[in-house]
């Protein structure tokens, strides 16, 4: 991991950049919402804390930005949407987060604003996406326009979900190997991890592609062309990875049902192999509490071998009885 991630959350500014006309960056120690308004050639990516209270005085200082945007930025809700206006584009996308560690499996929500001089992005927590955009810059990648320095974000946004569809997808097939090999006893609570976590990713990418199909259907008039095929791309990219993921929570609902059938046609299994041996000592267990009341003239009382008689009399009777089930078909159905 980059050494520049240790210390974002001291500053609003957690990084800046100043691409030139040739799309190669070169990072600022320190940027301010006049810089992003000068008239220098090229374009600035800002990057900000949005947990720094500073973070809202950097916001509240650019000029010609929708209240609307500014309100997206900073407040806290982290319903995604993606709206233009005055020729400035503003959403909120759902990204997984970014620890020390690398990243997890839980979402981060990137906000950002982006017009045709500059792109102003921020977060509350640390984000993959970010860090890996950052990286493929530092590195030397070039960038061309503030419109597709948005595209590239988005596309490593695309990128980390469907690594985290992927690591869903191979382990999914791990659970599916032990279930079709008879294996299922530990595998309910696995594929419900699995189930919820699906379901939070199909969500998110729900959420994502419904906010760019509208705004691509819409296209409103102040939305340039490059914007707007931008935006076309990220929606078809985004529309895939919403298809993977659902046909793979799909899958997941689908092998939670064979999980389940496998529990119920084992445990069915076991009721009856009770069932049967309830049945069957059933009458012996009538012979033996019928010789075991303390009354006068019972049976066998006064013979030598009367424990053995009855020791007959219970056999006889779960003979009887394990002869009337199989004549009934009670026994022979089960097994067929």
Same mark, same amino acid.
Request: glycine content about 6%; overall charge positive; proline content about 1%.
């Given at each position: 991991m980059h050494d520049k991630i240790s210390t974002p959350d001291r500053e609003a500014v957690v990084f800046a950049y100043r691409f030139d006309e040739s799309g190669r960056a070169n990072a600022l120690t320190g940027c301010t919402a006049a810089e992003l308004s000068s008239s220098a050639r090229g374009f600035i990516w800002v990057h900000l804390n949005l947990a720094d209270v500073r973070a809202r005085q950097f916001l509240s200082d650019l000029e010609d930005v929708p209240a609307a945007a500014l309100q997206a930025m900073l407040r806290s809700s982290d319903h995604q949407q993606m709206h233009h206006e005055a020729g400035v584009l503003w959403g909120v996308f759902p990204d997984l987060a970014q620890d020390f560690d690398g990243v997890r499996d839980d979402f981060a929500h990137l906000r950002f604003l982006l017009s045709d001089r500059w792109l102003v992005s921020g977060r509350h927590h640390a984000a993959h996406a970010i860090e890996t955009l950052r990286r493929a810059i530092e590195a030397g990648a070039s960038v061309d326009a503030p419109v597709t320095l948005f595209e590239t974000l988005a596309d490593h946004i695309a990128d980390g979900l469907d690594g985290a569809v992927t690591r869903m997808a191979d382990e999914l097939d791990a659970c599916e190997d032990r279930i079709l090999a008879d294996d299922s006893?530990?595998?309910? +609570?696995?594929?419900?991890?699995?189930?919820?976590? *699906? !379901?939070?990713?199909?969500?998110?990418?729900? *959420?994502?592609?419904?906010?760019? +199909?509208?705004?691509? *259907?819409?296209?409103?008039?102040?939305?340039?062309?490059? !914007?707007?095929?931008?935006?076309?791309?990220?929606?078809?990219?985004?529309?895939?990875?919403?298809?993977?993921?659902?046909?793979? !929570?799909?899958?997941?609902?689908?092998?939670?049902?064979?999980?389940?059938?496998?529990?119920q046609s084992s445990a069915n299994a076991h009721l009856y192999v009770l069932t049967i041996l309830n049945s069957v000592l059933a009458p012996a267990v009538l012979v033996t509490g019928f010789f075991g009341m303390n009354t006068a003239d019972l049976p066998f009382k006064d013979d030598p071998g009367g424990t053995w008689y009855g020791l007959a009399l219970c056999v006889v009777a779960a003979g009887l009885t394990l002869w009337f089930m199989r004549r009934r078909g009670a026994i022979g159905a089960r097994k067929s």
């Open positions: 006893s530990k595998e309910a +609570r696995a594929l419900g991890l699995l189930r919820r976590q *699906g !379901v939070r990713i199909e969500r998110k990418l729900a *959420g994502v592609h419904s906010i760019l +199909r509208r705004l691509e *259907g819409a296209r409103p008039e102040s939305l340039s062309s490059a !914007v707007h095929a931008a935006v076309i791309r990220v929606s078809h990219r985004f529309e895939t990875l919403h298809h993977e993921s659902h046909a793979l !929570v799909e899958r997941t609902r689908l092998l939670q049902d064979e999980v389940s059938n496998q529990l």
